[in-house]
């Protein structure tokens, strides 16, 4: 079973990959206080930042 952060991961990248929606509209979706946090926690999950992982679906 995946922990929370990983669940909180599969919605963000699919958020990323499938809607024209901005990075801190992401993050306060998933219940994040701030962009900052979010992109912290991405980076640190995935070892890339987001906006990278979003340009492959560009």
Do not use: C, D
Not at 23 to 29: D, G, K, V
Not at 32 to 47: D, E, M, V
């Amino acid at each position: 079973m995946p922990s929370f952060w990983q669940v909180i991961i599969i919605l963000a990248k699919e958020k990323l990959s499938t809607t024209s929606l901005s990075i801190s509209e992401i993050a306060y979706q998933l219940g994040f206080t701030t962009p900052q946090s979010f992109s912290r926690l991405f980076r640190a999950k995935t070892n890339q930042h987001q906006r990278t992982f979003v340009k492959h679906f560009k």
